[in-house]
Every structure is written in C-alpha cells, then in structure tokens.
C-alpha cells in the first residue's frame, strides 16, 4: 500500500474509531450490581453500617484463623437488636422466629472468599455466624452479630444475574444438576421449604469420600477431609438469591447444617447431603 493511501487508511479508521467510541459515550452505561466486602476475623464482622435496598454483591472475606459465614436476615417488623440477643441468649429457635433469613456466603477456610447476589427489601437485618468454636460457644456470642440497615432507594436499574443453573432446596435434600462443570457461574439457589434451609459446600480432599466427612463430624480429629469452599447460608422458604461460583475440579458435597425443631438434628442427618462432582 502506498504511504498516502495507508495515511488515509489510517485516518478513515480513527475517525470511525472515534464515532464508535462517542457512540459509546452518548449510551447509557449498563448499570452493574452494588457491591459490599464483609470481612470476618475472629470474632467480628467488618462491614458497612448501610446499604441500599435492591439487588446487591455480598463477597465475605474470611481473615480469620477458624472457619465463618455471614448469615443475613431481616429482623422481623416491630422487632429490634435487644430482642434478637436476648432471643439468641435463649437458644438458637428462639431467634429464628424472630428473622427472615435473606441467605449470604457459607462456610470459607481462613484465607478463602465467596460471592452471592442478594435482593434485598429495606429494613433492620443483622449479620450472623453461627458457627462455634471448639470451645463449643458459637461466634454470634463472641461478638459476630452486627446490625446492618438497609434503605429505600430508587432503581439501580441493574438487572438480576443470569442463572447457570437453578437448585432447589428442600424438606430434606437438594434438585440441583448431576454433573457441573469447572469454572466461573451463577446459581439461583431457591428454598421449596417448607422448613428453614442451607446449600453449604466442602470440596472433599483428594481420596476422602462423604464417609471420612461423617465420622470427622462424629469425632473431630485431625485434619479436617475436606475444605470449605462457600455456599449460600440459609433461606426463608419461598426465598432465593444467587450464588457465584468458579469451581475447580473435584469431588463436592453439598449439605444443610440448619436443625429440624422436631428432631433438633442437623438436617445433613435427615438426608440433606449430596455429593457432587465438578468436571
Ligand atoms: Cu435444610
């Protein structure tokens, strides 16, 4: 091509860059999904004190030595923090009835994070982790509650995630895919109910099968056989949320630590386990 012919080449291809480019510019730009951090040590949540109602990214962070989750729940109407921690002095009922459970990020190793995508309605909702320390006190009494408020906000205009997959929770099991694929995707994780239910995930350690998880429960000791990689803490039935995933190979089991009020077993021991396997 000759230097002048390629000189305008070059012009006519900026100039259509640049009309591209306006074009761009004079779109409305997609709207994304607010996103929040929540950071858990041992034993406190770092996390903001407001957020707006509507769609939004919750990634929790686990900065500290033992495992955590952040449970998310709406404080039902008319009821405050005073009557949740005396309710949570009672027993672990008696603040259930008292909150809508709204999900958020499971069960993480130290060091390990995970996303999920709430919708949120406004209100007075707490950050929770129940999980207890060898100690047997569980975190919530060593100081993992905290008051988040969420309020009324116009429409971010951010349209809900698309689903990979969708898995049902249920009285006592999981519908979800036989097989899963590696790799970065969304799940739209719903309770059928009618009860109170979780999708925690371990990803099993090389050689160890549902069995090695089962009798770790019975008698800790040991490293644990597996790793805790996430999920979605529990749903209100009829509720769901989004959980945001990018497995690696493996061998997973999915289970639901929530008690059933008539048997106070977990509900893993009733059948809410599964195992899964990530190709
Ligand atoms: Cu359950």
Redesign the pocket.
């Known amino acids: 091509m000759p230097q002048q012919r390629l000189n305008i080449f070059l012009l006519t291809a900026l100039i259509a860059l640049g009309l591209v480019l306006a074009g761009c510019g004079a779109t409305p730009a997609v709207a994304t999904i607010p996103q929040i951090v929540i950071k858990a040590t041992d034993y406190a949540f770092d996390a903001p004190a407001q957020v707006n109602a509507g769609l939004i990214s919750v990634r929790l962070e686990n900065n500290g030595q033992e495992l955590h989750h952040a449970q998310i729940a709406r404080l039902q109407d008319g009821k405050t923090m005073a009557d949740l921690q005396a309710a949570l002095a009672q027993g672990e009922q008696a603040a259930i009835a008292l909150l809508e459970f709204v999900g958020g990020p499971s069960v993480l190793d130290p060091g390990k994070s995970q996303e999920v995508v709430l919708d949120l309605k406004a209100g007075n909702y707490v950050l929770l982790c129940f999980i207890a320390s060898a100690d047997g006190v569980p975190h919530l009494a060593k100081g993992m509650v905290k008051p988040i408020q969420v309020v009324a906000a116009g429409q971010s205009g951010a349209q809900a995630p698309r689903a990979d997959a969708s898995i049902i929770?249920k009285d006592?099991g999981f519908e979800m895919p036989a097989g899963v694929k590696a790799g970065k995707q969304t799940w739209e994780i719903k309770n059928a109910g009618p009860?109170?239910?979780?999708m925690v995930i371990f990803k099993l350690a090389p050689g160890k099968t549902m069995d090695d998880v089962g009798a770790f429960f019975q008698s800790p000791a040991g490293p644990p056989p597996f790793e805790a990689v996430g999920g979605m803490q529990a749903l209100s039935v009829g509720k769901s949320a989004w959980l945001v995933l990018d497995l690696q190979p493996g061998n997973y089991i999915a289970l639901?630590n929530?008690p059933d009020p008539a048997s106070g077993k977990a509900?893993a021991e009733l059948g809410?386990i599964m195992p899964f396997t990530v190709k």
């Not at 009860?195 to 979780?198: I, R, T, V």
């Open positions: 929770l006592f009860q109170l239910h979780e639901c929530v509900h809410m």
